[in-house]
Nanobody, 122 residues
Framework: QVQLVESGGGLVQPGGSLRLSCVAS????????VGWYRQAPGKQRELVAR???????GYVDSVTGRFTISRDNAKNTVYLQMKSLKHEHTAVYYC????????????????WGQGTQVTVSS
């Protein structure tokens, strides 16, 4: 089993910054693509940023230039640095990862974290 645990959410004023962290633990051989998603009240969950082995990185247009995804492979951790936050960034942010659990099974399994609440409000 693989667990993803997010942290770093909270209440922040407009224009402020937060850094979210997601730590993966459990039966992990390698973590391939990882991403951050968010779900605002009354809306569907949407992709925010995703990186494939730290090489190919993509962002939803609305966060380009404000959010940065990064990863520390040695710590099985992915980060989302968020700057210049706006009210519309308020949502529950989820970590998602494609994990290869053993070196003899090349299949990748997809996992979700429980989410961390980000609230942007004055």
């Amino acid at each position: 089993q693989v667990q993803l645990v997010e942290s770093g959410g909270g209440l922040v004023q407009p224009g402020g910054s937060l850094r979210l962290s997601c730590v993966a633990s459990g039966s992990i051989f390698s973590i391939n693509a990882v991403g951050w998603y968010r779900q605002a009240p009354g809306k569907q969950r949407e992709l925010v940023a995703r990186t494939s082995c730290g090489i190919t990185t993509g962002y939803v247009d609305s966060v380009t230039g404000r959010f940065t995804i990064s990863r520390d492979n040695a710590k099985n951790t992915v980060y989302l640095q968020m700057k210049s936050l706006k009210h519309e960034h308020t949502a529950v942010y989820y970590c998602n990862a494609d994990v290869q659990v053993t070196n003899w099974d090349v299949a990748e399994y997809n996992y979700w974290g429980q989410g961390t609440q980000v609230t942007v409000s004055s």
